[in-house]
């Protein structure tokens, strides 16, 4: 298996841009989770589905965060607009219905928002 | 409100034992996982424990006690690959199933020569 997949890997843009990250995650997993993470909050879940429902989205920072799930190979994270706090490393991660204790992460966007 | 609390850093040598403490106070508890990250990299599962006790993988060690609201991952016959950043993290169990992992902010362990 290629394991979680997402994009881009790095993301340069300007405040103000929409910007949308890509998750693929490991097929036939149930769950699947966005993370942030930053030197000052650490590793912070924003939102997790599972089976393509969002479950919990309290951490999503604010209304311009907004995540998709529409099938279960696929989920996005979009931030419209962005700012330069927004800039972080984004990972997706999946585990399977009855492991959400042991996630498999992807590599990670690096955010950067000038 | 929830917090898990880990020491910053610590330093050993190759070959030697180390051991990283997590204590933690959540509103509900289902677990605790370890991960591993290396510099620029992604986290990597290492171990769970959902009972109390000592769990054995390899080299790696962790263990639980739900009454002290503790555990600790042990490292033995350190390695230079072994450098990276750990993190516990507790398995939240509230109303949301119990899908939500919640990350201590990560112990830097680095091995030296």
């Known amino acids: 298996d290629a394991g979680v997949i997402q994009s881009p890997r790095h993301e340069v843009t300007e405040m103000g841009q929409e910007v949308t990250l890509r998750c693929k995650p490991i097929s036939g997993h149930d769950y699947l989770f966005w993370y942030r993470q930053t030197m000052m909050r650490g590793l912070e879940l924003l939102i997790y589905?599972?089976?393509?429902?969002?479950?919990?989205d309290s951490g999503m920072p604010e209304d311009r965060f907004s995540a998709k799930m529409p099938n279960a190979s696929f989920s996005t994270l979009k931030i419209q607009p962005s700012e330069p706090r927004d800039s972080a490393v984004y990972f997706c991660a999946s585990s399977l219905a009855g492991g959400p204790h042991e996630q498999f992460f992807g590599p990670g966007t690096r955010l950067t928002v000038l | 409100g929830q917090s898990l609390e880990q020491p910053s850093e610590v330093t050993a040598v190759e070959g030697a034992i180390v051991q990283i403490n997590c204590t933690y106070q959540t509103s509900g508890f289902y677990g605790l996982s370890w991960y591993q990250q290396h510099d620029g990299g992604a986290p990597t599962f290492l171990s769970y424990?959902?009972?109390?006790g000592l769990e054995e993988t390899g080299r790696f060690s962790s263990f639980l006690s739900r009454s002290d609201s503790y555990g600790y991952l042990l490292l033995q016959e350190l390695q230079m690959k072994d450098s990276a950043s750990y993190f516990c993290?507790?398995?939240?169990?509230?109303?949301?199933?119990?899908?939500?992992?919640?990350f201590g902010q990560g112990t830097e362990l680095s091995v030296k020569p």
């Open positions: 589905f599972n089976n393509n429902v969002p479950i919990d």
């Open positions: 993290a507790v398995r939240d169990l509230i109303y949301n199933q119990g899908g939500k992992l919640i």
């Open positions: 424990n959902a009972l109390d």
